[in-house]
């Protein structure tokens, strides 16, 4: 649409200086109207994104993009106008119009800061250095916006600026109406992190609220004594309700005061990366038991829910901290069965880590799994070893949870699972780039004679 509107209807048979004219109004016009959906698209609050039941990731995904096209539609406008002057009244009057012109002089630093934008939001910067990508990311939009509102002043197209800073708050009130909920109130919601093995933790979240959780949900955490009022999102990996103490003399009349007699409990597991992670592991380490406890927000819960209870076959793949993902699913379809609420018949988890040291990540949740009533009639859990010490670590505790040294062959699992399929299949993963490749062009191969459904889970950013 954009480009059409760029080319469409342009005089072209007429002098250079009118066709520069217009194609320099017209992509100025284009950048300045893409602001505000281009904000919109990158809020974790949009309204569309249950509406339409397109992901965040697709949405922040759409947001990069606008953002690549507003910034070239700025330089379209800049170049054209700076081609035009030049054209008409040479370099030494565009050098004079650039220093002594309000208008033209905070265009040019406004598009500067938009190139300065461009140049520092790759996706190896945002990986590598996200908290940093993420204050200079706020710190140019904001410059840029100051700019450009001097830029438009006495223009038709000034008022877009405000609404962009509208759109803007307005999110930020309901991230921080949502963490207040959840988190503000009798003792307030606290975060205990825990070390352990393969440079990782165990966040548990007592929560003030109860938690209406979903499997695969995930949720955005603060730590004010750690990061400031930086947030992070994290997979609730595990969920329980535990009863708050009923003081003397209170009587429990209505449903709600049950509700505020619970308190949620949400149980993470993080890698140690860089930034926040690492800075609260080394602290965590430094405690004398390896645990360590905080003042938290919550703000939550976020994401589509991916719904299997329809197949009759599922699998679930996930790799290295991916399980935070699935161990919920695999919990509710056990859960499920065992009820006769879901279709699932064959439930199989396979598991990909580095080291045995890894199980601990999961283990008291995956030993309640283990024990849920007709739990061996639906699911089996393969674990497979990529850098075991020595082959006595490689053992298989029994024929439905099974250890395995190397990384799986994907064909071959699904080709067997395709084979005692019952009902329809569908394949969850999550884990690395690669590994997800590999699942995704498995299930395209076996499209015939069978049906699979592929989904992905992925944080982008």
Same mark, same amino acid.
């Given at each position: 649409?954009?480009?059409?509107?760029?080319?469409? /209807?342009?005089?072209?048979?007429?002098?250079?200086?009118?066709?520069?004219?217009?194609?320099?109004?017209?992509?100025?016009?284009?950048?300045?109207?893409?602001?505000?959906?281009?904000?919109?698209?990158? /809020?974790?609050?949009?309204?569309?994104?249950?509406?339409?039941?397109?992901?965040?990731? !697709?949405?922040?995904?759409?947001?990069?993009?606008?953002?690549?096209?507003?910034?070239?539609?700025?330089?379209?406008?800049?170049?054209?106008?700076?081609?035009?002057?030049?054209?008409?009244?040479?370099?030494?009057?565009?050098?004079? !119009?650039?220093?002594?012109?309000?208008?033209?002089?905070?265009?040019?630093?406004?598009?500067?800061?938009?190139?300065?934008?461009?140049?520092?939001?790759?996706?190896?910067?945002?990986?590598?250095?996200?908290?940093?990508?993420?204050?200079? *990311?706020?710190?140019?939009?904001?410059?840029?916006?100051?700019?450009?509102?001097? *830029?438009?002043?006495?223009?038709?197209?000034?008022?877009?600026?405000?609404?962009?800073? +509208?759109?803007?708050?307005?999110?930020?009130?309901? @991230?921080?109406? @949502?963490?207040?909920?959840?988190?503000?109130?009798?003792? +307030?919601?606290?975060?205990?992190?825990?070390?352990?093995?393969?440079?990782?933790?165990?966040?548990?979240?007592?929560?003030?609220?109860?938690?209406?959780?979903?499997? &695969?949900?995930?949720?955005?955490?603060?730590?004010? /004594?750690?990061?400031?009022?930086?947030?992070?999102?994290?997979?609730?990996?595990?969920?329980?309700?535990?009863?708050?103490?009923?003081?003397?003399?209170?009587?429990?009349?209505?449903?709600?005061?049950?509700?505020?007699?619970?308190?949620?409990?949400?149980?993470?597991?993080?890698?140690?990366?860089?930034?926040?992670?690492?800075?609260?592991?080394?602290?965590?380490?430094?405690?004398?038991?390896?645990?360590?406890?905080?003042? /938290?927000?919550?703000?939550?819960?976020?994401?589509?829910?991916?719904?299997?209870?329809?197949? &009759?076959?599922?699998?679930?793949?996930? &790799?290295?901290?991916?399980?935070?993902?699935?161990?919920?699913?695999?919990?509710?379809?056990?859960?499920?069965?065992?009820?006769?609420?879901?279709?699932?018949?064959?439930?199989?988890?396979?598991?990909?880590?580095?080291?045995?040291?890894?199980?601990?990540?999961?283990?008291?949740?995956? !030993?309640?799994?283990?024990?849920?009533?007709?739990?061996?009639?639906?699911?089996?859990?393969?674990?497979?070893?990529?850098?075991?010490?020595?082959?006595?670590?490689?053992?298989?505790?029994?024929?439905?949870?099974?250890?395995?040294?190397?990384?799986?062959?994907?064909?071959?699992?699904?080709?067997?699972?395709?084979?005692?399929?019952? &009902?329809?299949?569908?394949?969850?993963?999550?884990?690395?780039?690669?590994?997800?490749?590999?699942?995704?062009?498995?299930?395209?191969?076996?499209?015939?004679?069978?049906?699979?459904?592929?989904?992905?889970?992925?944080? !982008?950013?």
């Amino acid at each position: 649409m954009n480009i059409t509107l760029c080319c469409v /209807a342009v005089p072209y048979g007429s002098t250079e200086e009118d066709l520069l004219t217009t194609i320099q109004i017209r992509s100025g016009i284009l950048a300045v109207v893409n602001l505000p959906p281009l904000v919109f698209m990158a /809020a974790r609050n949009n309204a569309l994104i249950k509406l339409l039941g397109v992901s965040f990731d !697709t949405w922040n995904l759409l947001h990069r993009w606008l953002g690549r096209i507003v910034a070239f539609e700025s330089f379209i406008h800049v170049i054209a106008y700076m081609v035009k002057k030049v054209h008409t009244s040479g370099w030494n009057a565009l050098m004079v !119009t650039i220093t002594q012109s309000k208008l033209i002089k905070t265009g040019l630093i406004a598009v500067s800061i938009l190139a300065m934008i461009l140049i520092h939001s790759p996706s190896p910067i945002r990986h590598a250095f996200y908290e940093t990508f993420l204050h200079f *990311h706020i710190v140019f939009v904001a410059a840029f916006l100051g700019f450009l509102w001097i *830029h438009l002043e006495n223009q038709p197209q000034q008022p877009y600026v405000p609404s962009v800073v +509208g759109i803007w708050a307005i999110e930020r009130a309901v @991230r921080w109406i @949502r963490a207040a909920y959840l988190s503000l109130g009798k003792g +307030g919601t606290t975060a205990t992190v825990e070390v352990l093995p393969g440079d990782a933790m165990r966040i548990t979240l007592r929560i003030v609220r109860p938690w209406v959780f979903k499997p &695969g949900q995930h949720l955005y955490l603060y730590l004010p /004594a750690v990061g400031l009022w930086m947030s992070h999102p994290f997979t609730a990996a595990w969920s329980d309700t535990e009863e708050v103490p009923l003081d003397n003399g209170v009587l429990v009349r209505t449903k709600q005061d049950v509700l505020k007699l619970q308190r949620a409990n949400i149980s993470l597991v993080v890698r140690r990366r860089t930034g926040l992670t690492n800075r609260l592991y080394n602290r965590t380490c430094r405690a004398t038991d390896g645990r360590l406890t905080f003042r /938290a927000m919550v703000e939550g819960p976020y994401g589509t829910e991916h719904s299997l209870d329809s197949y &009759g076959t599922v699998i679930l793949i996930a &790799g290295g901290v991916g399980i935070t993902h699935l161990i919920s699913y695999v919990r509710h379809l056990v859960a499920g069965f065992s009820k006769g609420t879901v279709a699932a018949r064959r439930v199989t988890l396979v598991w990909i880590i580095q080291s045995p040291d890894h199980l601990e990540w999961v283990k008291p949740w995956m !030993t309640s799994i283990l024990s849920m009533e007709r739990r061996r009639e639906v699911l089996r859990v393969m674990l497979f070893i990529t850098r075991p010490r020595n082959m006595k670590e490689i053992q298989s505790p029994s024929t439905k949870v099974q250890m395995f040294p190397g990384k799986p062959d994907i064909e071959r699992l699904l080709d067997g699972e395709v084979e005692n399929q019952v &009902g329809a299949m569908g394949v969850l993963v999550c884990g690395t780039g690669s590994l997800s490749d590999d699942v995704r062009k498995a299930c395209r191969e076996r499209q015939s004679p069978t049906h699979i459904d592929f989904i992905e889970e992925c944080f !982008t950013w």
